[in-house]
């Protein structure tokens, strides 16, 4: 069966510091990987995918991931992060596996907490 | 910019009782989803819907859930008799459609808090 795992619940860190969000998938197919991002009281938003090609993707808003098969991951990552940034943020896949339809299939989420 | 919208945002209900929860996709396109988080756990599938029929439903989706398209531009989600378990955050999605079915984007709307009593 497919999983996803996001390793860290929560994540504090200061304005302007680096972060990674983690994830780790397990599936027995080809995947594809997305990264949401929620806002309080607003719905999921795509931050970024990988589908195919180069395995590192960004995002508009300074975000990158970075697939990598062989460790089955796929991190998300920012160099500096602002007060803005602050929301919960889901990792998630699909494939072959849901019988060519969207299936997604969600981590637990990590929830990203910006300090000044 | 096109958004999927969902009433209402939170829906406090008896135990046993019927539920709808409603959701406007985006208008052109073609695939419909349900998805629920009950809190502190991970968002997880119900059910998918193209062409006017289910096209996949996840094992919690049971006989007590349907779902429907009622007029072209809602997409609705039924639970006939509720049970505290129900209790979760509902999410709508929908896709395009056009770019293989695999690698479509999913918007999702904000959510229903439905709070079962």
């Known amino acids: 069966a497919q999983s996803v795992t996001q390793l860290d619940s929560q994540v504090p860190v200061f304005e302007e510091a680096p972060v990674e969000l983690r994830c780790n998938y397990s599936s027995s197919v080809s995947v594809y990987l997305f990264w949401y991002v929620q806002y309080p009281n607003q719905g999921l938003q795509l931050l970024l995918k990988y589908l195919s090609g180069s395995t590192l993707v960004e995002s508009i808003n300074g975000f990158e991931a970075e697939f990598n098969k062989s460790q089955t991951s796929f991190h998300l990552r920012k160099p500096s992060v602002h007060i803005s940034d602050t929301a919960e943020y889901f990792c998630?896949?699909?494939?072959?596996?849901?019988?060519?339809?969207?299936?997604?299939?969600f981590g637990a989420g990590t929830r990203l907490a910006v300090h000044p | 910019e096109p958004e999927v919208t969902q009433t209402p945002s939170h829906q406090v209900t008896q135990m046993g009782q019927e539920v709808i929860l409603r959701c406007v996709p985006i208008?052109?396109?073609?695939?419909f989803y349900w998805y629920r988080q009950i809190l502190g756990q991970k968002v997880e599938f119900l059910v998918s819907?193209?062409?006017?029929?289910?096209?996949?439903k996840s094992e919690i989706f049971d006989d007590q859930f349907s779902v429907e398209r009622p007029d072209g531009s809602n997409f609705t989600l039924k639970i006939r008799s509720t049970k505290l378990e129900d209790s979760a955050m509902y999410f709508c999605a929908s896709s395009a459609g056009l770019a293989g079915r695999v690698t479509d984007t999913q918007y999702f709307g904000p959510g229903t808090r439905l709070t079962v009593l």
């Open positions: 819907f193209y062409n006017n029929e289910i096209s996949e």
């Open positions: 208008s052109n396109h073609l695939y």
């Open positions: 998630a896949v699909s494939g072959m596996f849901s019988g060519g339809y969207n299936k997604l299939i």
